[in-house]
Structures are given as structure tokens and as C-alpha cells.
């Protein structure tokens, strides 16, 4: 699938997912995990991976007060997964520099948090912002760039899930 479908994919799911809250995330679960299955065995357990390392990283803030909801939000961690199983693909393609990507993640990182505070039932203060804004700034670049050579190691095509080997 062209790199541009799969971010307009992208950019539904996750308005789906935040605007819907718990409810339009378990919507898009399904079509999420389908997504992921689509990835060899080794690909999938790197995208599971690293959802959990930005989930924790969302939980550190939760813990540390700069973020907060009435209760941790489902759909926060259905959008790691999201991001996982399209993003990397839709970046690849590009063939974006690191530091582009740092950029990119520097920027995107805070304001699509920031979008989802004023969709859903989040709020952040300025500290988490600033945290964001480093996070994404390495990890953005550090997955795709994970995820590239990986996709390589296992001869899948980048912008495009992987056949499933049996």
C-alpha cells in the first residue's frame, strides 16, 4: 500500500481514536491488530516493543503529574500501537535524514498531543510538553530507523506490511 494511503490511515485511526475516546479506539482496535499481523513475527514483536517504551514513557508522565485524565486512556495506548504498525512505514519511503526526522518528531510529537488534549478527556502541562518534544525528537528517527533495518534483515517491502511467513 502507497505511503500516502497508509498515512491518511493513519491520520483516521488516530482521530477516531482520540476524538472517539475509549469507545472509537476499541473501534479501531480490530483493524489495528489485523495491521499488525500482517508483519512477520519478528517486525511485530519490534513494533510491540516500542509501543510499550512510548506507553511507558506516557505512563512516567501520567506518574509525574504533567499529564493527566480521569483515568489512564484506553485510547492512548491504541494509539501506540497505531503508530507502530503504520507510521515507520509511511516515513520510510521518504528517506528523511535523521535530524529531518528529529525535527519532525520534535514538532509533531507535542502538537499531536496537544491536539488530543483539546479532543479528548487529557491535559498536560507545559513540562510534559517540553518531555515530549525530546522524546520524539529521538525516538522518531530511532524507530523508523529500527524499523528499516529490521525490515531489511527480514526482506520485507518498507512501505507495505510484510507477507506473513508460515
Known sequence: MPAVLLSLLFNALWFLSVAGGNAGALLC??????????????LRIFML???GIGLSFDGLLFL?????????PLWLGVLWLIFV?????????????????AVIGAVNGPVAYYA?????DLQLHMPAYIA??????FFL???VERYEKLCMAVNCLPAQPAPVRQ
Open 29 to 42: 482496535l480490530p483493524l489495528v491488530i489485523y495491521l499488525l499481523c500482517l508483519y512477520p513475527h519478528s
Open 49 to 51: 516493543f516500542f509501543a
Open 64 to 72: 509525574s503529574g504533567q499529564m493527566h485524565s480521569t483515568d489512564f
Open 85 to 101: 504498525s503504520l507510521m515507520p512505514a509511511c516515513l520510510q519511503p521518504l528517506k528523511m535524514p535523521s535530524f529531518v526526522l
Open 116 to 120: 488530543g488534549s483539546q479532543l479528548g
Open 132 to 137: 515530549l518534544s525530546f522524546f520524539w525528537a
Open 141 to 143: 528517527p530511532y524507530s
